[in-house]
């Protein structure tokens, strides 16, 4: 029963299981790392249209630019890196869903709010049907991730320590 093939057969189906939860770590950071790229893009977008509300003249608006774009490159790669960290670590404690949740839910709202703040700050005209349905999209997925983020925690935690949910703070 016990043969060299079936002993390499179960070696293999245990390295492929310690190997699929950083695969996908991996695959959920690249994806985090892209919308925090396209999220770079939106805040300058949104730096851009909150600068020409106050009427700021070319060359301050020019070198103003140029500096929030590179605090903006900063916060990205801070970004990157602690999502890293962040979805790495939460392998270990079975929470790699409630960390990518958490992180992507606030990007999709932060899409939502850098997409709705120029309509109500300017009145933008060129807002149509499909800016609505993306901005309604971004709302809607950012609270469904960070409901399902809270509410996996929450979860987990009334496992753990049953007598939790039932006291008063």
Known sequence: MNSPKSKRVTTLVKLIKQIIPFLLCYLLWVITAALAFLNLLVARRLFLVILSVFSVSSWSATAIDKVSFIFLGVVWLALVVFSEYYYRSGISKNKLWKNFS????????????????????????????????????????????????????????????????????
């Open 102 to 169: 958490l992180v992507t839910g606030i990007q999709l709202l932060f899409f939502f709010t850098a997409r709705i703040t120029p309509l109500l700050i300017v009145g933008e005209r060129r807002f149509t049907w499909v800016n609505y349905l993306l901005a309604a999209g971004e709302l809607g997925g950012g609270i469904v991730l960070l409901i399902t983020a809270f509410h996996s925690s929450s979860y987990r935690s009334a496992i753990h320590n049953p007598g939790r949910r039932n006291k008063i703070a």
